[in-house]
């Protein structure tokens, strides 16, 4: 960042950085330790679909690379996810997954259309669910526990980002919290 930019209160964007996704698997060890979620083996890729023949070209080829695990599905929202499914003890083929249809977007161009990964956990004990969600755009992780109803449990997202701050780079700005309503493989 320039002295310009600083005069002008300008920041420096954070690059997404895809790789902090491999770390998942050892965190969802700590995960489970501390708070007794464990991984369901569903996780998901958000993004917005582009108009054109090499979008549809590049989802078709990561679909058939990914093979009939992998489904689509189109929120209300208009955004596209992008839902793989892998046994729940496998968390790290899964995060590899996730890894190659980020960066097979990104590097084909369309990086500004990912909006986030994410992660499904559940807790056996109450039945709860958990989504460790990636921000592409910022490069950082956050809990998501929905309620019933649309409600959030935020203690438990505290409580999942206190024993995985250590693990993952946390998103430290609890707006960019974003509650991700019925997302596929939460």
Known sequence: MGWLDALLGRSKVAKPDLDAL?????????????????PTGVGSVCFRAAEGGAFAGLERD???????????????YGYTWMVLRRSPDDLGALVTEL???????????FGPSLLCSLAGFSRAADSRRLAVVYLYKQGTFYPFAPLDGERRD????????????????I??????WFPVWGAPGL
Do not use: I, M, Y
């Open 22 to 38: 491999f770390a998942l698997p050892s965190a969802a060890v700590t995960l489970e330790a501390a708070t007794g979620f464990t």
């Open 62 to 76: 990561a679909k058939a690379l990914l093979g009939r695990d992998a489904e689509e599905s189109t929120d209300s």
């Open 99 to 109: 890894h190659a249809v980020n960066s097979t977007l990104e590097g084909a161009g």
């Open 154 to 169: 935020n203690p438990t997202e505290l409580q999942v980002r206190g024993a995985l701050a250590g693990e993952l780079p």
């Open 171 to 176: 998103e430290p700005d609890l707006s960019r």
